[in-house]
């Protein structure tokens, strides 16, 4: 990695030794030249490529192709934000229609943009829409919630477990529901969703779970704007880290942790109104 002033065209304005996360950049007083220390201890933020205005800052990891002007002409309004956030629910009432390529491939786009810790950038997506597929995740799901629910009750394992798992016992009446459901013929893992994304990061990622989530969202919000029904696959994430065996990596041949979920499909009907959550719980110091 490098990391170049252009002299020429630097104005000194500082702006690029402000944003910098790792101090890299330096300036002693304003308007004197841009210097530059501990190159090596760069995260590749590109903070300093993207606030130039004179494009004077060359820096390896950001040639001409990766630097784009924003149109924030076009950016929502604080208000229009806010209406997505209200709009946006865990509808699990879907149509049989699958959901367009180009609307996953844009939730996709829209994760991979969301940040992580120190700019890592080491989430990584699986995109299952072939129904096959869809089925044995389901099916491992549930596979795994049986056999958790048959060591717990295990009598010589039962008056221990709740020292081994705290809450373990508790557990199962969930899961027994959640089983009896599936096995029924409903769909209790997935609803009858068309599309899963899976987002998973390397096992030695120190923020992998925290990366993950925050895609997730970005992700989240993004399929509310395009009208795309989404819910959080939270029991398949519950028997992912059950299963030591790892089945459903080892299905897609994901490497590394899966840290989330989202099941996706077309809403069967859009939610007219929304309700008010439970009053903020917010303490300021």
Same mark, same amino acid.
């Given at each position: 990695?490098?990391?170049?002033?252009?002299?020429?065209?630097?104005?000194?304005?500082?702006?690029?030794?402000?944003?910098?996360?790792?101090? &890299?950049? @330096?300036? *002693?007083?304003?308007?004197?030249? /841009?210097?530059?220390?501990? #190159?090596?201890?760069? $995260?590749?933020?590109?903070?300093?490529?993207?606030?130039?205005?004179?494009?004077?800052?060359?820096?390896?990891?950001?040639?001409?192709?990766?630097?784009?002007?924003?149109?924030?002409?076009?950016?929502?309004?604080?208000?229009?934000?806010?209406?997505?956030?209200?709009?946006?629910?865990?509808?699990?009432?879907?149509?049989?229609?699958?959901?367009?390529?180009?609307?996953?491939?844009?939730?996709?786009?829209?994760?991979?943009?969301?940040?992580?810790?120190?700019?890592?950038?080491?989430?990584?997506?699986?995109?299952?829409?072939?129904?096959?597929?869809?089925?044995?995740?389901?099916?491992?799901? &549930?596979? @795994?919630? *049986?056999?958790?629910?048959?060591? /717990?009750?295990?009598?010589? #394992?039962?008056?221990? $477990?709740?020292?081994?798992?705290?809450?373990?016992?508790?557990?199962?009446?969930?899961?027994?529901?959640?089983?009896?459901?599936?096995?029924?013929?409903?769909?209790?893992?997935?609803?009858?969703?068309?599309?899963?994304?899976?987002?998973?990061?390397?096992?030695?990622?120190?923020?992998?779970?925290?990366?993950?989530?925050?895609?997730?969202?970005?992700?989240?919000?993004?399929?509310?704007?395009?009208?795309?029904?989404?819910?959080?696959?939270?029991?398949?994430?519950?028997?992912?880290?059950?299963?030591?065996?790892?089945?459903?990596?080892?299905?897609?041949?994901?490497?590394?942790?899966?840290?989330?979920?989202?099941?996706?499909?077309?809403?069967?009907?859009?939610?007219?109104?929304?309700?008010?959550?439970?009053?903020?719980?917010?303490?300021?110091?």
């Amino acid at each position: 990695m490098t990391i170049d002033i252009d002299k020429e065209t630097c104005i000194k304005c500082g702006k690029c030794v402000k944003v910098c996360p790792a101090y &890299i950049l @330096t300036q *002693e007083s304003p308007k004197d030249e /841009i210097g530059l220390r501990n #190159i090596q201890t760069c $995260i590749a933020c590109g903070h300093c490529v993207a606030i130039c205005p004179t494009d004077s800052v060359i820096h390896s990891e950001f040639p001409v192709h990766k630097v784009h002007t924003l149109n924030r002409d076009i950016l929502p309004t604080p208000d229009q934000v806010m209406e997505l956030c209200r709009a946006r629910r865990s509808n699990r009432a879907f149509l049989s229609s699958p959901v367009p390529k180009e609307y996953l491939h844009q939730i996709v786009d829209a994760a991979h943009l969301a940040p992580t810790a120190s700019n890592g950038q080491e989430v990584s997506f699986t995109l299952v829409t072939n129904p096959e597929l869809l089925k044995q995740i389901a099916e491992i799901t &549930i596979n @795994t919630f *049986e056999a958790t629910v048959k060591k /717990i009750t295990n009598p010589f #394992i039962n008056p221990f $477990i709740n020292l081994i798992v705290p809450g373990a016992k508790e557990a199962v009446p969930q899961l027994n529901a959640v089983i009896s459901k599936h096995r029924s013929g409903t769909d209790a893992i997935l609803r009858g969703a068309k599309a899963v994304l899976l987002i998973h990061t390397p096992s030695t990622s120190n923020f992998g779970r925290q990366d993950a989530n925050l895609a997730y969202q970005n992700a989240s919000l993004m399929a509310e704007s395009l009208g795309v029904s989404q819910f959080y696959t939270g029991y398949v994430c519950i028997a992912i880290d059950m299963d030591k065996k790892r089945k459903l990596a080892k299905l897609l041949n994901i490497e590394g942790t899966i840290h989330a979920g989202m099941a996706l499909s077309m809403p069967a009907f859009k939610f007219p109104k929304y309700t008010d959550r439970k009053e903020l719980n917010l303490t300021v110091f």
